[in-house]
């Protein structure tokens, strides 16, 4: 399965700034989907990263909010903007390559997030 | 709409002991079915998954599942649990083909005592 990794591994941040992480795949992958796990909670997908266009957001998350970039099959970014303390989660990045065919998963080690 | 449910928040076993976790789905067809767990700290690891066939499936770690379509579950067991595995374990289903609608269920964290 492909390597995953995330910057930055957590984070402390300010109320009312923004915080860009990273998501760096050591292979080509078709799709690559952004999740947030609430303290406590199960994973909710924020968006689908799409090479090339404009993400697809879930119900619940906008653009202005959590802006997406996906530049190229190994790489994305997602930016939590105007950060409040409910904003504090961990945030996952996960792939899945269909032309491997594995109809799979694979997440990557998360950020961790906390907004004061 | 589909949806998972993990009715058991928290389990503790001793070590060596069984383990089964359960998990319950509803979708209108024979899902894909995964388990993942998640050590603190840490991202989520696949465990296993099924996607058609045979209804008993082998996981890593010493883990196995099996699906029963008649009850709608994918219960996640392992016979002889080691203090490594305490962690949190989530169930999954997703559409058959893809696996890019997942739903996750809300998790069991398991605590091994020594």
């Known amino acids: 399965s492909a390597v995953i990794s995330q910057k930055p591994s957590r984070d402390i941040c300010q109320r009312g700034t923004s915080l860009t992480i990273q998501c760096q795949v050591d292979?080509?992958?078709?799709?690559m989907f952004w999740y947030r796990q609430q303290p406590g909670q199960s994973l909710t997908l924020i968006a689908t990263?799409?090479?090339?266009?404009?993400?697809?957001?879930e119900s619940g998350f906008v653009i202005d909010k959590f802006p997406i970039s996906r530049p190229n099959l190994t790489f994305s970014t997602l930016t939590v903007s105007n950060m409040s303390p409910e904003d504090s989660s961990i945030y996952l990045c996960?792939?899945?390559?269909?032309?491997?065919?594995?109809?799979?998963?694979?997440f990557g080690p998360g950020t961790r997030l906390t907004v004061l | 709409a589909q949806s998972v449910t993990q009715p058991d928040i928290h389990i503790t076993v001793s070590e060596g002991a069984s383990l089964e976790l359960r998990c319950n789905y509803s979708?209108?067809?024979?899902?894909?079915l995964f388990w993942y767990v998640q050590s603190p700290g840490q991202g989520l690891q696949l465990l296993l998954k099924?996607?058609?066939?045979?209804?008993l499936v082998q996981g890593i770690k010493g883990f196995e599942a099996e699906f029963k379509r008649s009850q709608s579950s994918f219960n996640l067991r392992k016979p002889s649990v080691h203090w490594s595995d305490a962690a949190e374990y989530f169930c999954?289903?997703?559409?058959?083909?893809?696996?890019?609608?997942?739903?996750f269920g809300t998790g069991t964290r398991l605590q091994v005592t020594l």
């Open positions: 996960s792939v899945e390559d269909r032309l491997a065919s594995t109809d799979t998963q694979y």
């Open positions: 292979s080509q992958v078709t799709m």
């Open positions: 990263a799409n090479q090339g266009s404009e993400a697809t957001y």
């Open positions: 979708y209108g067809a024979t899902p894909y």
């Open positions: 099924y996607f058609s066939g045979d209804t």
């Open positions: 999954a289903v997703g559409a058959p083909g893809t696996a890019s609608k997942l739903t």
